[in-house]
């Protein structure tokens, strides 16, 4: 970011002080963050564990911390690490944060342990000035993975989405989650998948606070929904219990971000200025798109590296990192940090330094600077991750951050690379039975098909918030590519963001899908969405979309199969019946819940899973789905007829 005026400074430090005071902080800069330690444990394997430790210290002058972390779960000793300071330090003179208010953070795999074992994990922080000694301990609950689900054994995923910190003020999900952890099934692990906070929400902080502090307030969205802080005057549990309990699977979703990235963002700008750029960039896009003839190459940058400015790269690649200056990189890293560990500290065992890596002279290989010329840059984050049980392969699939801005062109436009969904698509045709994790649904018709069926609510929605779906012709490869590749052989989807929870039912494939979301249902998450929400409820009722029925009731039409393989507009014929169907789902209201997965194993080929959502409330009742699936047969077959049962 530029350097502002002295004037200019002022003010962004009083509007950081105002949304202070809107939250409750009102003691002062010293009182805007907790201190603390935390450890969550991340993915795992059968003989190994890897933990995230987060500490923040006041008044601490190191530029490191050291931990020893212990895991009573093998015959290995302690595990020393070097945990690494964020930096924020430009953003001090806005926050009024004094230089010795530091955020340390590193992750560390843990090996040689004991296969299909709960156990402890205790870190113990080495003194260091500023450091209270009651910070210097924390632990977690580890799980290390079984190499397959026996006969006679079970194991159970909890499934969640889009978590909002400041509309769980009573500590809602901690009482909800301990309810299932203690009452019906203690979860081997959490696959949880987008929107774990809302870095742009609520909007009267995101337009006070985060204006010009997109790291210190980004630390501050996650210390919160981490339970790492105080809300006003009570103790905000946020997902402490749930991140400190197993393995954790993540994905990113918009909010991660700012609503609908990678897609222009109004707020995220914050200036007239940086507002008056964005619309002219969008301008010389558009106008770029209407001089290229189809069939006409897109430009590969000549060098990874730096943000392009070339319309076309920018329409049909995927966003650069450093394209929104430093909002775009500290989503990046804070993502890297809290949630799914990057590419570069999965390789290097390095952690990302916040704004102490901004600087190419201080650090040369930051990514994507390492890129070869000529190709577009590399993921920063994990586009797929895999947990293999054998039979049973779990593939989370990352849809968001290589999105194209572009939608529409048959090649170019997608929701992932091409490399990454083939990656997908070799697991899935060896898989016995896969589970597909991705942030969005997956049983939703295409945008062509929707166009024809509602052509002024298609486009509304689309506006409003892009899902894979409408980028129609790598949804078609995907689709066809995952049928034929799984050969009638039982499949389950997972999925989250549409703040409702449903289980559908694709019998032809023979498929079953659980989509659950909300964990804390977002109250305006964007100055936009704030502004228009009530009038693009309206519009989608006066355009034929789901504004007021029901679109998940039990025996509701979800897709057709026919629709979602094809690249083209099908109309369907009158004894066409290959569809998907909700089985069953919590209603409209958008009560906020919680998946269980539980997939066991009753014979050899045989496997029973159980999809339930429970909702957060004690009373508000749980719905549950249990096929029984088959390994030795092909088709509908492969997966029994469901049994549907209802909890009030």
Known sequence: MTEATAPVRRFQHALFRLGQWLLGHRGGPEGDIEPGLLVVGKDAGTRQVRLWIGALVHGCAADTLTATVRVDLGTGGPVTTELLRFGFDSERPVTGWRSGTRFFHGHVVVDRLEPDSWGEASVELAPVAGLREEHRRASCRVRTLPHRIGIGGELTALVGSCYDADTDTTNALDAAFRRLRDGIAEPDLTLLTGDQVYADAPAKFYGTMARSTPRTYGLLEYWTSWGMQRYGEHRHLGMRALLTHGPHWFLPDDHEFWNNWPQSSVTARHSYANIARAAIGAVRRQLALARRRPGDPVPVPADPG???????????????????????????????????????????????????????????????????????????????????????????????????????????????????????????????????????????????????????????????????????????????????????????????????????????????????????LVAGSTLFETLFAVPAKLLRALSGGSAVLDPYAPGAELTRIGDLRSRAVIRPGPDDDDIAVALTGLGRGNPEALGLLRIGRTAEHVYRVRAALHTRSPHGGSREVTVELRTDRRGPDAMGPPEVTATP
């Open 306 to 520: 730096p943000a392009p400015d070339d319309p076309l790269v920018q329409s049909y690649h995927p966003p650069h990192p450093d394209e929104w200056d430093a909002w775009g990189r500290a989503a990046f890293d804070l993502y890297g940090s809290f949630q799914t560990p990057s590419v570069r500290d999965r390789d290097t065992g390095r952690i990302t330094r916040g704004e102490l890596d901004d600087d190419p002279a201080a650090d040369p290989h930051r990514p994507p600077r390492h890129d070869p010329p000529g190709r577009v840059h590399r993921p920063l984050n994990q586009v797929v991750q895999r947990i293999d049980l054998d039979d049973v392969q779990i593939v989370l699939l990352d849809t968001r951050t290589r999105r194209t801005r572009r939608t529409d062109d048959p090649q170019l436009s997608a929701f992932v690379d091409a490399a990454a969904l083939e990656q997908v698509l070799a697991i899935a045709a060896e898989a016995p039975v896969l589970v597909l994790v991705t942030p969005q649904p997956l049983l939703v018709p295409p945008y062509r098909t929707r166009l024809r069926d509602r052509p002024l609510g298609a486009r509304v929605e689309r506006a409003i918030d892009l899902q894979i779906a409408d980028y129609s012709d790598q949804y078609a490869r995907l689709w066809d590519g995952l049928v034929t590749a799984r050969a009638g052989r039982p499949t389950v989807t997972v999925g989250g963001d549409i703040h409702a929870s449903y289980v559908g039912h694709a019998p032809s494939l023979p498929l079953l899908e659980l989509v659950s979301s909300p964990m804390s």
